[in-house]
């Protein structure tokens, strides 16, 4: 097991034993559900051979074009073709999606769990009007052939979490997505061999209250609210055992699904501060599931969210000196 860290709030801890104490039955260490099930976690490489500085993405979304490299923004898609548009100089490009690749170039600003039709595009071969794009024209072709290679060891998945955040951020909504198309994301969590369905209830459990306060009871801290999921770490925590829930269980939270895939959310600090009514609406169906009734699911969220607000409230100051 990884090492505990202490919060402020020595309920917190306390409150999480009582959890997987009443949920016993519902709950499953990770590495075993992998194992049974034949799925792996895995991270898309990024080192010199695959450097994504020069890797061209077309964000899907002008909020996460965040970065000075993000210059490209796409404006609109069809089944052969996409255009996109460069941010800073207005001028307009042409790519077939025959020379691109769908993938999630990184998770901030994403106010949606369910990313299948905000993928970024990647381009992974050549085009007639390539040399555009790449500024280190003698390099297109070599950064073009890594591309290939790199896509034939990526894994793809339905399920994506996300390898470092900043709990306090607003741009920090999520801390896992699903995608109805397998893909990829840069510098996050491939939960490759997991089916769609079971990819939606993880997803749900990924983000719930439950699970951040297990991550922040047992965190591996980079610089204050800033934090870093290792491998080791996912393998190591509780998870909803998907195969333990009875059809009328998993249909709830399936529905649920459904009905908050496309929902817009605040930044979890925010959540968690305000209550927001989708977030409430997750835990209580997580903690039902969980073996809760009402009045305890009440009671349980009535001092979870001021108290995780408070702890993420300490690692901000801490982080900011």
Known sequence: MFSLIFTSDVQLANLWQQIVSKAEGKFIKCEKYMADELIAVSVAPANSTYNFKTTFFFIAQENRAIKKRDLWILKSADKDIITAKHKVLGKEITIPTKALLLGFR???GTGTMEISDILDYMIKDKFPNVNQLIAEKDKASTILKNVKKWEKIVKKAFLLLSR???LSAPGTRHLAFYSSIPTFGIDMWSVAGINSEDAKIMTFWFNSTINILQMLINRTETRG?????????????????????SLKERRNILDLFN???????????????GRFWARVEIDKAILKTLGFNEQEVNKLLDYLYPALTKEIKQLKTLMEG
């Open 106 to 108: 990184r998770p901030s």
């Open 164 to 166: 470092r955040f900043d």
């Open 225 to 245: 609210a800033w934090m870093k999921l290792h491998q080791y770490q996912i393998k190591d925590s509780m998870i909803l055992n998907v195969k333990a829930l």
């Open 259 to 273: 009905k908050l895939r496309k929902q817009e959310f605040l930044s979890i600090h925010e959540q968690l501060r």
